[in-house]
């Protein structure tokens, strides 16, 4: 039984065991086992995932549906608070617990790191050069906006189809047509590909991770591990779901097996549980104690994602040796870079406007669950179209200041901007993101149905603050101390105001724009000039050309408090035990050895030394292929010639 959640039927030694089977594990694991059938030879893995299967979830496999999964109360995530104090607030943030991890459940837009993100790691193996090839081999570009693609960044024969999904295949998405004529009137150019990892400036239709003739989510397990665990395919690789691996084994300083335990996934079907914050009190959803030791011949990999990966080091004995001793767990390495370095981007809030309902189309029906549209959408995705298959992303920018504008956010983010940005303009400073989301909150009666609403989330791509995730005790049940520090520097803040005045900009200009909605807005003065504003009627519209909203020293202050109040991070962290020398704080060296131990590897997000300016997908996707380049070359086992394509996706 390749893909089970009984631990009984499965080995009790494997040559890799994976753990977390999530973006990167599962690339991981499905690239090795493919590369080791490939050469006839016979390599087992065990990938060990928290969560339950993934295989034809329709929550999964529908691409519209991932709104409604973030509902904590569907099993998806496992979500995790942490203290703001210097904002007056917690955070909550969703951690992936489902088989292909954050690949199963996110947004599915395309975006990718800027070459010099990856030539700032400076390391041997980690340049852009170096890694585009991987990134090719994993995608099959078909957006087709971007007649010419640039066939030396994107590849056109990997698993992951990259398109603009199946709805708008000939016309242009009208979503994307107004953000074309808004970008225009601000002067920014319009790009075929923002994607190619040079553009630091300018706005495009967003392409998106699905398929454009059946519309499907592309997920690393429906094209990674389901193909390669069939009757036909399979080559010794085991995946167990619903198991956690509660620590790694460690002996003699070598990594020998995991312990694991099953972890109860919640599902549909089960009661609501209230979730606590008391410390000392189980996570929901709580972990068995009794556990189950498997061993590894050859190595493990963790691949359980930021927040986890560093909680799997401590609990096995790898870490801060302050932090082990207060959590009770005996410190075998003493790596004080564990848990630490955290980051992610930072959306300054989610910002409502009306539009008209006639001339830019909404889905509100559909996103709000309307059983009739739900109904007319399972019709439709039988032919692969309709809102099942949409993301309702329609365009994108990504913006760098102008002289002026860096001239308002002060000599500190001045500073910053000189020495980080200025010679690297591959990198922008935020993204601009135009989506719909679903309306039917019942507090929010001041949206009526006589307009289109829609938001807009600006996020930063390269905060300063450094946040951290440390175990509190050697238990897998109890809650870890999550300090996410973010705004705490206060250079993190002027890009977060400019965001927030420039998507108000942008947004003013767009043909169908009706008004803001205040309630989703800073709360500026009746006073002052920088008010919400309002058309009753399309006819009462002005057409706003080169004037700007002026803000005085006050409204600016409304705008970071709100900021502050109201911001979120957008599910992209990474950098927990980065790759570094292990003097400078690093966990893995450029083999993905983590310091101090024989056979034992990390291969996610929680890597990456350094921010990348993009949503982390791709990224994540990227360090599967590269660990699978990196453990293959150890094994003796060849890469290149691997078959990426003509496997039956199930
Ligand atoms: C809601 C949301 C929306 C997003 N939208 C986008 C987007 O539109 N575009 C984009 O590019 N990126 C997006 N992302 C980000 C992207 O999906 C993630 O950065 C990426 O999936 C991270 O990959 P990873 O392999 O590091 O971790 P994950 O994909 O999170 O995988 C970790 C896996 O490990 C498992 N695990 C954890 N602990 C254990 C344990 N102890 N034992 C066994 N298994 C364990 C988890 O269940 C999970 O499956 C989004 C993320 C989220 C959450």
Known sequence: MPLTNDPKIIGDEYDIIIVGGGSSGCVLAGMLSEAARHE???LSILLIESGRDNHNDPNVVRPGRYWANLNPNLGYFNNIKGNLDHCGREIEVAVPNILGGGGSVNFMMYTRASASDFDDWRTEGWYAEDLVPILRKLENYQFTRDSNPDQSVHGFSGPFAVSHGPNFREQIDPNAGEV??????????????????????????????????????QDPAHRYIHPNISEHTNNGLTVLCEHKVVRVIIKE???????????????????IKVKTTDANAPSHPAVSSSVQEIRARSMVVLTAGTANTPQLLERSGIGSSEILLKANVECLVDLPGVGENLQDHLAGSQYFYRFDKDTLPHYNDYLGGDPAAMLEADEEFKQGKGPHSMNFIGGAGRIRPTEEELQEMGPAFRNLWNAYYLNAPDKALFINCFLERPMNDPQWTFLTPEYSYKIIIPYTLYPVS????????????????????????????????????????????MPSFRGEVREFHPPFSEASAARCIEYPTAEQRVEIANSKVVYTGEDNKVIEEWVKANFFAVWHWLGTAAMRPRAQGGVVDENLNVYGVQGLKVADLSICPENVGANTYSTALLLGGKAAEIVAKELGLGMSDTSYNNRVLN
């Open 40 to 42: 006839g030879r016979r």
């Open 180 to 217: 074309y004529h808004a970008a225009q009137k601000l002067g920014y150019p319009i790009v075929a590909d923002m994607q190619n990892m040079r553009n630091g400036v300018g706005f495009s239709e967003w392409p998106k991770w699905i398929d454009p003739v059946t519309g499907h989510r």
């Open 253 to 271: 300083g070598r990594a020998t097996g995991v312990e694991i335990a099953y972890s109860h996934t919640t599902s549909v079907t089960e009661p």
């Open 466 to 509: 450094r946040g951290s995730i440390h175990i509190t005790s050697s238990s897998i049940n109890a809650l870890p101390e999550f300090r996410p520090q973010y705004l705490l520097d206060p250079r993190d803040l002027p890009p977060h105001v400019l965001a927030y005045k420039h998507q108000r900009e942008f947004v003013r200009r």
